[in-house]
């Protein structure tokens, strides 16, 4: 069985969030399933980008997902690469 459109859609919306605010999940698996989202793996900053501090970018993407009526709830289960 396969992923809902629904949880495709939200994936989508993660990975590109990530990237909107300057974050390289390339080493990342993000998915959503039944609307709880995981994102595994490692995450650096994006070359030529600035941002002072990663884990707190990474919890505003995180309560970003979560204001999303898609996505219950965000699990974070990632190292920071600096």
């Keep these: 069985m396969g992923m809902s459109v629904e949880d495709l859609r939200a994936s989508k919306f993660a990975r590109?969030?990530?990237a909107k605010r300057g974050?390289?999940?390339t080493r990342c698996d993000i998915r959503v399933n039944h609307g709880v989202c995981y994102i595994r793996g490692q995450v650096q900053r994006m070359s030529g980008i600035v941002i002072?501090?990663?884990e707190a970018e990474l919890?505003?993407?995180a309560?970003?997902?979560r204001g999303r009526s898609e996505i219950k709830?965000?699990?974070l289960d990632v190292a920071i690469r600096r």
Excluded: A, G
């Design 16 to 18: 590109s969030l990530f």
């Design 23 to 25: 974050l390289d999940v």
């Design 52 to 54: 002072n501090d990663l």
């Design 59 to 61: 919890e505003n993407c």
């Design 63 to 65: 309560k970003v997902l």
């Design 73 to 75: 709830d965000v699990v």
